[in-house]
């Protein structure tokens, strides 16, 4: 039975590495396929964005005009650099092509760079569809796709609707022993807007035992305590500066994260 | 002796096997690189800006040796962070009613070494990603709130600043600025 799992979790890391980088020697050789999967590693020795690359994923998919994993690495670079009708258009190739693989990427960049969460939930509940309920991680490995779509949820206005979702996902995960980094705080943020303090309160807590270092753990903390009454709202205020300026906080290279905080907010509340 | 239909045949095969193979040499992967024409520019990036005498300054200040990054290369920033930033532009865009557009407008610029800005683009689509004329007065508004901006502060190699590229989206619903991301 364990060597049963321990085979079946290999077989899993296996086909994640090569959903990454595709293992060539999968399709026949002499196939369009093969031809196309070569190039396409050629075409990825390149800087991303550079015309080479581009012009080496333009003749793979010349090769084999259903090589999705083409159509998805050539639009990356245009969405990191702001043109999303290029990314969406190749994007939508890629998901026509294989949506099992490319759903998830397409909404995670949705909900991300865009802020289209109605878009990005209804990828992400098509994939769900597709799973049985099993969509993976977001393009980053930051969130367990259900989370994004309990986020999508939230900032649509469905605070119900979104605490079912993350309490569905945390379930599931919680017995896997694999709660995300911030799926908690996350959580707190819907309990808080929702005044649930004492709800909000213990999921910070929770969101303490995964992490025990973040500013917007402290500063959500101290939003929950000061709308109870609570003074020593200012030592979580305290220690979220603290750590905002160690550098222990939501950050992204892209675009800023869900429930990221500023200095100047932490500053501002503190002088109130 | 070999009829003329076989030498039909065989020279019909010799030409076919001049013309450049599919299957088998692209199976082996041995031809790509030497046969892709390298007749573009090579310092051409996916996004760049070019130069346009009609709205760009001609002394809008680059390093000398061309390269423009990302700012996602080094985080370029403005002061206070992006999460500021978001908040002082939806303070400066207040809604405004009078325009039933709704999508994305997404405002890409440069970011000198100095940290002025200038070269600004913008792409406007509907809600389905596809590119839309959007009214002139929110766009030139948008822009205008853009331009305003003060005191980037460019990324940096080895301590020294350096150029590079940003961009701002504003999610338009219905004629307001709904969101903003960056």
Redesign the interface.
């Known amino acids: 039975m364990r060597r049963t799992l321990l085979l079946g979790l290999l077989a899993l890391l296996l086909g994640r590495m090569a959903a990454a980088q595709p293992n060539c020697l999968i399709y026949a050789?002499?196939?369009?396929e093969?031809?196309a999967c070569?190039?396409y590693?050629?075409a990825i020795e390149f800087?991303q964005?550079?015309?080479?690359s581009?012009?080496?994923f333009d003749?793979a998919l010349a090769?084999c005009p259903t090589f999705a994993d083409a159509y998805h690495e050539k639009s990356v670079?245009?969405l990191?650099?702001?043109?999303?009708?290029t990314w969406?258009?190749l994007m939508d190739e890629a998901v026509r092509l294989r949506p099992e693989r490319f759903l998830g990427d397409r909404g995670w960049c949705r909900f991300k760079?865009?802020?289209?969460y109605a878009g990005a939930l209804a990828d992400i509940t098509r994939l769900r569809q597709l799973t049985r309920n099993q969509p993976g991680q977001s393009g980053d490995g930051s969130y367990d796709l259900r989370i994004v779509a309990a986020l999508c949820q939230r900032e649509l206005g469905d605070l119900r609707g979104a605490l079912s979702t993350f309490d569905e996902c945390i379930a599931d995960y919680k017995i896997k022993d694999r709660v995300g980094l911030s799926d908690y705080l996350h959580r707190g943020v819907v309990k808080l807007r929702q005044r649930d303090y004492a709800g909000a309160l213990a999921d910070f807590e929770l969101q303490r035992s995964i992490n025990g270092k973040l500013a917007e753990t402290c500063y959500y903390t101290a939003l929950a305590m000061r709308q109870q009454g609570n003074p020593a709202y200012l030592g979580q205020l305290q220690a979220a500066r603290e750590l905002w300026q160690q550098g222990y906080r939501l950050n992204d290279?892209?675009?800023?994260m869900p429930d990221?905080?500023?200095?100047?907010?932490i500053e501002a509340l503190l002088q109130q | 002796m070999l009829t003329p239909f076989y030498k039909v045949t065989l020279l019909a095969g010799w030409l076919l096997s001049l013309l450049p193979h599919?299957?088998?040499a692209?199976?082996r992967?041995i031809w790509?690189?030497a046969d892709?024409p390298l007749v573009?520019?090579?310092q051409?990036?996916?996004?760049n800006i070019l130069f346009d005498p009609s709205q760009d300054r001609p002394d809008f200040a680059l390093r000398p040796n061309g390269r423009i990054y990302?700012y996602?290369n080094f985080?370029t920033t403005f002061p206070?962070?992006?999460?500021?930033l978001?908040?002082h532009l939806l303070r400066a865009l207040p809604t405004a009613a009078g325009s039933s557009d709704s999508g994305?407008l997404?405002v890409?610029f440069v970011v000198n070494y100095r940290g002025e800005t200038d070269r600004f683009r913008v792409?406007a689509?509907n809600?389905e990603?596809?590119?839309q004329a959007m009214d002139p007065e929110l766009v030139a508004r948008v822009l205008g709130a853009c331009r305003a901006l003060r005191g980037w502060l460019p990324g940096q190699i080895d301590g020294e600043t350096k150029d590079s590229?940003f961009?701002i989206?504003f999610?338009v619903r219905e004629g307001h600025i709904q969101?903003i991301?960056?």
């Not at chain 1, 050789?29 to 369009?32: F, K, L, Q, R």
């Not at chain 2, 206070?80 to 500021?84: A, I, L, N």
Request: proline share 7%; glycine share 10%.
């Open positions: 050789a002499g196939s369009p093969r031809a070569e190039v590693l050629q800087p964005g550079s015309i080479q581009q012009v080496y003749r090769l670079p245009f990191k650099r702001g043109d999303f009708q969406k258009k760079f865009l802020h289209d290279p892209y675009v800023s990221e905080i500023s200095l100047p907010e | 599919r299957g088998q692209q199976a992967g790509a690189k892709i573009y520019n090579r051409y990036e996916v996004g990302q996602y985080d206070g962070g992006r999460v500021e978001r908040k994305f997404t890409r792409q689509l809600s990603y596809q590119p590229y961009y989206t999610v969101d991301t960056l």
